[in-house]
């Protein structure tokens, strides 16, 4: 499938505004489940669960005889993941997970001795861990406080100095769904200096973002929440000016300019971000999640986004009749599809094995429960999780 223009994507999504339907159409999940938990791991569409039927029913029929039309998955999903953000395509690897793309650009990074790294409080370890695993080099990891995941700009600011080499923020906060000002932090780092990493994994999918208006450094993202891949694969961004300053991870034979010369013994490194794709592609995830991407664009982010806001601020709105406390920012620009909340109640532990005996998946973070729609999701899925609310409520 091609990648569906820009304005034919906007023709697209003017001529139904029901299009979420056609994408529930294809959720397969909604057959069984009320699914509120995008923020860890998300359901596949159907699209995506063919991808994976036909490469298996391939690989098993034919060993590695149509191995040159799988390498073509990659290249499309590069392509897709630089249409998402605004990259370009060079500026594109694909990586198994957030986790390697963090530890590329992190392990990258020419450190000296006595640099510091900037990063808010409470960030994902996915986000944290490779950054403090730089203290051994005698790197400084400055950790500022926050308040329910809220950045304070200034605070940020204060921390850095002529030794800031980076700061490195989530763009959404996995335990209350805030969402960053990525614009106001890039030109923070910028004018101090420093470079700005991102990782972008509870955002991309569901809300637009645009490299070439905020121009962040790095970003890297897994895709199995909100662009509604499998596991096991994603993508990382890498500015092109920065490429030859880091120093390069994960070589391989996918990693020179003439990748697949076995004769070649000269390390020429390809000049754009897929030399980090080093060795054996998980050929199988990567047409799904080209497939899901495939899907959402066609879609357009945007329309992504806005039908996610309604669904989260109707959630908002049942949870507090439902004697629920939120915990999330409710300001729009800092909204995400995340929705933290705490109920006098209920134990936000033992709620999602309350919620799965009758057909809701949901989840907690940090005591508190965590509901995470899509925009597929419909008023009878949030009237079910409701329930499960009120009825575990009336249980205690």
Same mark, same amino acid.
């Given at each position: 499938?091609?990648?569906?223009?820009i304005?034919?994507?906007?023709?697209?999504?003017?001529?139904?505004?029901?299009?979420?339907?056609?994408?529930?159409?294809?959720?397969p999940?909604?057959?069984?489940?009320?699914?509120?938990?995008?923020?860890?791991?998300?359901?596949?569409?159907?699209?995506?669960?063919?991808?994976?039927?036909?490469?298996?029913?391939?690989?098993?029929?034919?060993?590695?005889?149509?191995?040159?039309?799988?390498?073509?998955?990659?290249?499309?999903?590069?392509?897709?993941?630089?249409?998402?953000?605004?990259?370009?395509?060079?500026?594109?690897?694909?990586?198994?997970?957030?986790?390697?793309?963090?530890?590329?650009?992190?392990?990258?990074?020419?450190?000296?001795?006595g640099?510091?790294?900037?990063t808010?409080?409470?960030?994902?370890?996915?986000?944290l861990?490779?950054w403090?695993?730089?203290?051994?080099?005698?790197?400084?990891?400055?950790?500022?406080?926050?308040?329910?995941?809220?950045?304070?700009?200034?605070?940020?600011?204060?921390?850095c100095? @002529?030794?800031?080499?980076?700061?490195?923020? @989530?763009?959404?906060?996995f335990?209350?769904?805030?969402?960053?000002?990525?614009?106001?932090?890039?030109?923070?780092?910028?004018?101090?200096?420093?470079?700005?990493?991102?990782?972008?994994?509870?955002?991309?999918?569901?809300?637009?973002?645009?490299?070439?208006?905020?121009?962040?450094?790095?970003?890297?993202?897994?895709?199995?929440?909100?662009?509604?891949?499998?596991?096991?694969?994603?993508?990382?961004?890498?500015?092109?000016?920065?490429?030859?300053?880091l120093?390069?991870?994960?070589?391989?034979?996918?990693?020179?300019?003439?990748?697949?010369?076995?004769?070649?013994?000269?390390?020429?490194l390809?000049?754009?971000?897929?030399?980090?794709?080093?060795?054996?592609?998980?050929?199988?995830?990567?047409?799904?999640?080209?497939?899901?991407?495939?899907?959402?664009?066609?879609?357009?982010?945007?329309?992504?986004?806005?039908r996610?806001?309604?669904?989260?601020?109707?959630?908002?709105?049942?949870?507090?009749?439902?004697?629920?406390?939120?915990? @999330?920012?409710?300001?729009?620009?800092?909204?995400?599809?995340?929705?933290?909340?705490?109920?006098?109640?209920?134990?936000?532990?033992?709620?999602?094995?309350?919620?799965?005996?009758?057909?809701?998946?949901a989840?907690?973070?940090?005591?508190?429960?965590?509901?995470?729609?899509?925009?597929?999701?419909?008023?009878?899925?949030?009237?079910?999780?409701?329930?499960?609310?009120?009825?575990?409520?009336q249980?205690?």
């Amino acid at each position: 499938m091609l990648t569906i223009p820009i304005e034919q994507r906007k023709r697209m999504t003017t001529i139904s505004k029901q299009w979420w339907q056609e994408l529930r159409a294809k959720m397969p999940v909604v057959g069984k489940w009320a699914y509120f938990d995008h923020a860890a791991v998300a359901p596949l569409p159907k699209p995506a669960v063919d991808a994976i039927h036909n490469w298996v029913d391939d690989a098993a029929s034919n060993g590695d005889a149509n191995w040159w039309q799988w390498k073509k998955n990659v290249n499309r999903l590069r392509k897709l993941g630089a249409e998402l953000i605004g990259a370009k395509t060079d500026e594109i690897a694909i990586v198994r997970n957030t986790t390697e793309g963090v530890t590329i650009v992190a392990e990258g990074i020419p450190w000296q001795e006595g640099e510091n790294i900037v990063t808010p409080e409470g960030e994902f370890p996915t986000n944290l861990f490779p950054w403090k695993n730089l203290e051994r080099r005698g790197v400084e990891v400055r950790v500022v406080p926050t308040e329910n995941e809220r950045v304070d700009l200034k605070a940020i600011e204060l921390a850095c100095d @002529s030794r800031t080499r980076l700061i490195t923020v @989530s763009w959404v906060g996995f335990a209350s769904g805030y969402r960053n000002d990525l614009a106001a932090l890039t030109e923070i780092a910028h004018r101090n200096g420093a470079h700005i990493f991102v990782d972008a994994i509870q955002g991309l999918g569901a809300f637009p973002l645009d490299v070439r208006q905020i121009p962040l450094d790095y970003l890297a993202a897994d895709g199995h929440k909100w662009m509604l891949g499998p596991e096991g694969a994603g993508f990382l961004y890498v500015k092109k000016e920065h490429l030859e300053n880091l120093y390069p991870l994960g070589i391989g034979w996918n990693s020179p300019r003439v990748s697949g010369d076995f004769r070649s013994s000269e390390m020429d490194l390809r000049n754009i971000a897929a030399r980090y794709e080093g060795g054996s592609y998980n050929m199988c995830g990567i047409a799904a999640l080209a497939k899901s991407l495939e899907l959402l664009l066609s879609y357009g982010v945007e329309n992504v986004a806005k039908r996610l806001l309604e669904v989260t601020g109707n959630l908002i709105q049942k949870l507090r009749k439902a004697g629920a406390t939120i915990v @999330s920012c409710e300001e729009g620009r800092h909204r995400s599809g995340i929705v933290a909340c705490s109920h006098p109640k209920i134990d936000p532990d033992s709620f999602r094995n309350f919620c799965l005996k009758r057909g809701v998946v949901a989840n907690a973070r940090i005591g508190r429960l965590r509901l995470s729609p899509h925009a597929y999701t419909d008023e009878d899925d949030i009237a079910r999780v409701i329930d499960c609310i009120n009825s575990a409520s009336q249980a205690t």
